[in-house]
């Protein structure tokens, strides 16, 4: 009678644990990936449990809207493997310890993709820093449409990749820490690209802050750069960029512009830093963000006490 009193509170616990009703799995994606009809990922799609890394490899190739909740540490096998995601996809960790261990996701010239509250690291040799030997990456995205990227953190080199003509992008609320080369937008020489990139934490890394290459519009807002030691944020290429209500703390060469690149900046906040401060490049060139979606503007001050508490995987996204 105990064992089947037992076996009876495991199972309502297992259920409990893997309550089909999420509080924020439907949340829609703002900045540019609110635009080009919208990113709604999994929304109206069936909810479910990825255990382990096999089980995540297989719904996120299933055709159709799904909503995966990652369910504690998943380790990649083989080490490395980047999973291909299908469109029409939420992936999303539970509370605020969900991880992909050893391995990462791939979007391969498919659409409307939520990425979500994740820890995703440990593919990179901590000998190797210039990442050549393991150049696995965190999320790599090659010719993806409408894809949210929200509450990571601390992913491999590259964290992220942007390639190939991928557009109507928002990255939101990651950290970025310890590594060679953080977030990399380009390799390609269209410029039809567009990115947002917000409440960011940039911590302790080289380069690439990002370094965004031929974007037709780049829009950073509400972002905080600490401690990054080759360069800040780079505008290569053709890449028009607007850098509003940001902080840059002790980095070499915080702002940087190509000979063809445009910046133009609105209230963007220094301390300890040297080098360039390229601010104002061809800004007549440069966009403007209101006339194209609604955002919220951060007082600089406040970025280096409520970007590193905010961003990253967090309880209430994951609920």
């Not at 089947?4 to 999420?22: D, E, G, V």
């Not at 060469?253 to 300890?272: E, Q």
Request: with cysteine.
């Amino acid at each position: 009678m105990h064992w089947k009193s037992a076996s009876l509170f495991l199972l309502i616990t297992t259920i409990a644990s893997q309550n089909t009703t999420c509080d924020r799995c439907e949340d829609e994606a703002h900045g540019f990936a609110s635009l080009n009809g919208g990113t709604v990922g999994g929304k109206g799609g069936q909810i479910v449990f990825a255990n382990t890394f096999q089980e995540l490899k297989d719904y996120a190739s299933q055709q159709g809207p799904l909503i995966i909740r990652v369910n504690g540490e998943l380790t990649a096998e083989p080490r490395g493997f980047e999973i291909p995601i299908a469109s029409n996809k939420t992936i999303i960790g539970v509370g605020k310890d969900a991880k992909v261990l050893g391995g990462g996701f791939a979007v391969k010239e498919t659409r409307n993709i939520i990425l979500r509250n994740l820890q995703v690291s440990d593919t990179r040799i901590l000998e190797d820093w210039p990442g050549k030997g393991e150049d696995w990456d965190g999320i790599q995205v090659d010719t993806g449409t409408n894809i949210w990227i929200d509450h990571f953190a601390r992913m491999n080199d590259g964290l992220i990749d942007l390639r190939r003509d991928s557009d109507y992008v928002t990255v939101s609320n990651c950290i970025f820490s310890e590594h060679n080369k953080a977030f990399g937008i380009g390799w390609t020489q269209n410029v039809i690209a567009k990115a947002t990139i917000n409440d960011n934490f940039f911590n302790s890394t080289n380069a690439r802050n990002p370094s965004a290459d031929n974007l037709e519009k780049c829009h950073m807002y509400n972002n905080y750069f600490r401690n990054c030691t080759a360069y800040g944020t780079y505008a290569r290429g053709h890449t028009n960029l607007l850098i509003e209500h940001s902080y840059y703390d002790n980095v070499f060469d915080p702002v940087v512009a190509g000979p063809n690149a445009s910046i133009k900046a609105n209230w963007v906040k220094f301390k300890d830093d040297r080098g360039e401060r390229m601010l104002d490049v061809n800004s007549n060139r440069v966009f403007k963000a209101s006339d194209l979606y609604q955002y919220t503007l951060r007082d600089p001050y406040d970025l280096p006490n409520d970007i590193p508490y905010f961003a990253g995987p967090q309880e209430d996204v994951g609920r």
